[in-house]
């Protein structure tokens, strides 16, 4: 399994900008289907977008049009880049990675969005 490692959480005002970033370790990272989740105090994880092998994106609906995932498979990283952030964005964001059968999930970051 591919190991996952979040980095760039933290506190944000309302209307701010960050930009998470995941690193993974292996050599095959260009084939695995990336995917940025988040899970809120007392709610379950939820799906917020996916990169593919082709970088062909996927986003929930909530975060259309603010948030953008990209990939940079010489370095082995994915990024979560968001902007016009929202107290409801606050979350745990935890990075994921799927090869056919197989999954890896990261530890999480943390992102509060508060003035």
């Known amino acids: 399994q591919v190991q996952l490692v979040e980095s760039g959480g933290g506190l944000v005002q309302p209307g701010g900008s960050l930009r998470l970033s995941c690193v993974a370790s292996?050599?095959?990272?260009?084939?695995?289907?990336m995917g940025w989740y988040r899970q809120a105090p007392g709610k379950q994880r939820e799906l917020v977008g996916i990169?593919?092998?082709?970088?062909?994106?996927n986003y929930q609906n909530s975060v259309k049009g603010r948030f953008t995932i990209s990939r940079d498979n010489a370095k082995n990283t994915v990024y979560l880049q968001m902007s016009s952030l929202q107290p409801e964005d606050t979350a745990v964001y935890y990075c994921?990675?799927?090869?056919?059968?197989?999954?890896?999930w990261g530890q999480g970051t943390q992102v509060t969005v508060s003035s």
């Open positions: 990169i593919t092998s082709d970088s062909s994106t």
């Open positions: 292996g050599s095959i990272f260009s084939r695995y289907t």
């Open positions: 994921n990675a799927k090869l056919f059968l197989t999954q890896s």
